[in-house]
């Protein structure tokens, strides 16, 4: 993969965050629950209990579970996007729905789900639009916005994506242009909410060895929903696992991947393997 | 990769000024009755410097007094309903929007034609009664803001889906009030037309004037504040809220920005159809969808077509006149078509 000359320059962290080391916490999750009810006055229809977890700079959190499970509300909840019911946030010890929309924006970046583009425009113009939150209202993007867009770019390996429309291409190089935007935000936190959805294996794999290399290289902290339980045992520090708005279990993925454990949630039959490299393999047993 | 620049954002502002200009010019000369290139260029000299008495002709009454009043309204007009359809489609993220998609056009019809009928029975002054329709077509549009603002809600929250369907069904109902009154007091009202087809052969007070151009500048500068959140938005809300956007605040200031531009073009001229929805179609095509450099064009772009389809409006039938409302629906229709094709092949 090219990476360009300067591209450890693209992302400084903000003032103040500079002394941060590694054994800091950058995320502490701490006992946040949330309840949604289409109607205020009616009892929830989905609760998520009190969870809580923390991580450092560079770590990569996988949160798992089944469908419906809450793993986007959680996500919501870090991302600031809902505010708990109870419990909090902190992003480098400051409550994260405390921050302004622009300051939160440079500090948390959120990759979704794929929405579709009103009206097109080229990836470079997408990947701009991460620098929405350094810029005043009435201002136009300065040579450094570009230089650090077009780095961002360079970092997800799209760079000759630079000129292409949004809607004439693939999925998995929209997913990369879509990463670029969050990586142009320069932020402490990155939140993909499944980034792997509808992408082949060769893709997922190629996104979570970019996203190892950006934790790393960045002392970027990223939180990530996902299906995939072996690339999220392969590639996560930590795992979250939930089930029916509860955290059953917190922690590093051999010690989370306990077959029981994980047939009880995910209700098929499976194998847990421990490679040589520590990391756990998971494979469905036929006739399940 | 080359990102928006002020010179650029200039150039691209003045190209389409220098077109209005020559529009002008042309729309200045032609129409029944014919007027020199240079006769017209002498007498608005004259204007400009205060020599009114100096006017070569009633040629020159004809220009100064008649076409170029309606010129300037056709300017604000179209630049008015160009600005709040770009910013009715980003805001409600749907294509299709137009300033009247909300209704308001509606209430600012029902409202003036009601100041209409009130007005005879109320004892004002010449120079306040005149004053008495428009003002009335801008309640008319205050209220049905507010109506469909509140009705648009779900959970205390404003609903894209359920504030556009508010908006159709409010402007269905207007519609009907509008033909029950045309239909029941004729003898007082302006044609169906003005209020159907919009029409700008009725020149509004000279005071009204300086209201139109305060109320356009101030609620398109307000608008332009939030062009680079639009742009966000065009992604969708959550994604701008995660871009740094303040979405509840600029869906507010967006939505009573563009209201206030359309109740204030039709409270003058009625309903002129296309132009908000096709003009900030066009110019995204030519200039991309950033809204720092949408907004500008497609009002200037709006003063254009407005200007051109009522000089067409003048010219076509001559002596007589149609109304421009019509002009923009011939126009307007066909050019629709061929964007619908050109999009989706």
Known sequence: ?????????????????????????????EQISYGYSPNPAQAPVFTLEATSFQARPGEIVAVLGPNACGKSTLLKLISGALVPLSGRVLLNGIEVTSLPYKLRAQ?????????????????????????????????????????????ALAEVNAEHLSDRWMDKISGGEKQRVILARALAQQPLLLLLDE????????????????LRRLAARHSCTIVVVTHELNLAGEYADQVVLLQRGKCLRVGPPASVYQRELLEQVFQAKLAVEIAVSGRPHVSVLSGS | MRALTLQRLLLRCGILAAILFVVVVIALKLGAVPVSLYGLARDLISVILGQRSALSSDYGMIVIDIRLPRI????IVGASLSVAGTGFQALLRNPLADPYVLGVSGGAAVGAILAILLGPHLALAPAVAVLLTPVGAFLGASGTIAAVYLLGQRQGEIDNGTLLLAGIITASFFSAIIIFLMTTQSSNLRGMSYWLMGDLSLSPPRSLYVMLVAGFFLASGIIY????????????EKEAMHLGVDVRRVRLVVYISASILTGLAVSVSGSIGYVGLLVPHVMRLIFGSDHRTLLPTAAIGGAIAVVIAD???????????????AMTALAGAPLFLYLLRKTTA
């Open chain 2, 72 to 75: 300037l309204l056709g300017i």
């Open chain 2, 311 to 325: 000089t067409l409006a003048r010219i076509v039938v001559a002596p007589a006149e149609l109304p421009v409302g």
């Open chain 1, 195 to 210: 980034p792997t959805l509808h992408l082949d294996i060769g893709a997922q794999v190629d996104l979570l060895e970019t």
């Open chain 2, 225 to 236: 504040t939030t062009a680079s959140d639009l742009n966000l938005l065009l992604s969708g």
């Open chain 1, 1 to 29: 993969m090219t990476i360009s000359a300067n591209s450890n320059q693209t992302l400084p962290r903000s003032p103040g965050d500079t002394s941060l080391s590694n054994n800091e916490i950058r995320l502490s999750v």
């Open chain 1, 107 to 151: 500090r948390i970046a959120m990759v979704q789900q794929e929405s579709p583009l009103l009206f097109p425009c080229r990836a470079w113009e997408f990947v701009l639009q991460g620098r929405h939150p350094y810029r005043g209202s009435l201002r136009f993007e300065t040579e450094d916005d570009i230089a650090i867009a077009r780095n």
